[in-house]
């Protein structure tokens, strides 16, 4: 009842009364087409009867309808519209504006087909192509909006353009801190993109109640602010949202699929769903595993033995980049420096292992 109420409230209103006679007007010009279309040939061709009838029949109609049709549809409209990711607007305007540009195009051919098709069809063709236009563009966005997101840049001073991508930072990226110094030293390529809704995750990390995520959070922030003090880092603070995904994680895989972005980050489950939907990603912990220098056997590095193995007499040891070391015999070295031998490595699920064995004192004679 109260719907109903405030419907009939806005088609009495200023802008109901406008659509009112607005759509009088519009009945009419449209009835007089039609009845002039149906009206009868021969001795009756000038008779005005028929389009008159139509006229007063279309206009009486619209006049009575017409604020309430066009008021809720476009109420309509407006709660979808809401609801829409604003690249899919983009991307039927796009297709409205192509689909506008074949239809004229085709519009005058048609219209030299005899009435009254040659009256009717062009609208019909301007309508479909219009209509699968949009669709296609909607459908393809990614690949068509992808084409224009990316940006070209001077490579050198011969002029060659270079193309640049974006890359898309997550939470956990930011709060590593080497990606700072690693876009500080040029190894990203691609222009680093924080979007606002991961600004405010990492905002309400740094307000936690939880003292050590409050830490984090707050490092994250003073990592950002140097990223984008530093002239050398290309970083981007964007409005990019897909409002329709309820987390973060969905709303960068969503982004990343839609816009051909590669994410950066280093949480092993967004790596993990980036990945089933086809989108690029750099994890910095694998970027970490990659780099450290390889160990071969028999080759001898020094250690310090900080704890006893699991077997009887081992020592274990880590190396700078976190590789454990265990050590045959190490046990009664525990707190000491010394120089081992690479048996074999290993490597496993949680990590790169090593084994070795002491390096045997030499004797003089």
């Known amino acids: 009842m109260a719907d109903r109420r405030s419907r009939v409230q806005r088609a009495n209103s200023t802008l109901g009364r406008v659509l009112r006679y607005l759509g009088l007007l519009v009945g ?121 997101s990316r940006r070209f840049h001077q490579a050198d001073k011969v002029g060659e353009p270079i193309e640049r991508g974006r890359m898309l ?55 950002l602010e140097r990223m984008r003090r ?29 816009y051909g972005f590669t994410i950066l980050t280093g949480d092993q489950n967004l790596d993990r769903v980036a990945g089933l939907h086809g989108v690029t990603v750099l994890n910095l912990h694998e970027l970490a595993r990659a780099l450290r220098p390889a160990i071969v056997a028999g080759e001898e590095i020094p250690i310090k033995i900080i704890q006893p193995g699991r077997e009887y007499g081992q020592g274990i040891g880590f190396l700078e980049d976190g590789t454990m070391v265990v050590v045959e015999e190490g046990k009664s070295y525990i707190g000491q420096d010394v120089t081992v031998v690479v048996t074999r490595t290993l490597q496993t699920g949680a990590g790169r292992m090593a084994f070795a064995q002491l390096k045997p004192v030499e004797t003089t004679s």
Request: glycine share 10%; net charge negative.
């Open 28 to 148: 009419i010009a449209v009835g007089w087409q039609v009845g002039s279309l149906l009206r009868p040939e021969g001795p009756l061709a000038d008779y005005y009867g028929m389009p008159i009838l139509f006229a007063a029949s279309f206009g009486a109609l619209l006049f009575l309808v017409a604020p309430y049709v066009t008021l809720g549809f476009f109420g309509w409209l407006r709660r979808e519209i809401r609801g829409l990711p604003a690249i899919d607007l983009v991307a039927a305007g796009g297709g409205l504006l192509v689909g506008g540009f074949l239809s004229s195009l085709l519009a005058w051919p048609i219209s030299l087909l005899p009435n009254p098709w040659g009256q009717v069809l062009p609208s019909l063709a301007a309508v479909l192509i219009c209509s699968l236009t949009v669709v296609a563009f909607v459908t393809k966005k990614r690949e068509i909006l992808g084409i224009f």
């Open 169 to 223: 930072l997550d939470t956990s990226a930011i709060i590593d801190g080497r990606v700072a110094e690693l876009a500080h030293l040029g190894f990203f390529r691609d222009d680093l993109v924080v979007p606002h809704f991961v600004l405010r995750e990492l905002q309400l990390v740094a307000d936690s109640s939880e003292p050590s995520r409050r830490v984090r959070g707050r490092r994250g922030l003073d990592i």
């Open 230 to 258: 530093d002239e050398r880092v290309r970083l981007e603070i964007s409005d990019l949202d897909a409002p329709e995904e309820p987390d973060v994680d969905s709303k960068l895989v969503k982004l990343a699929a839609m």
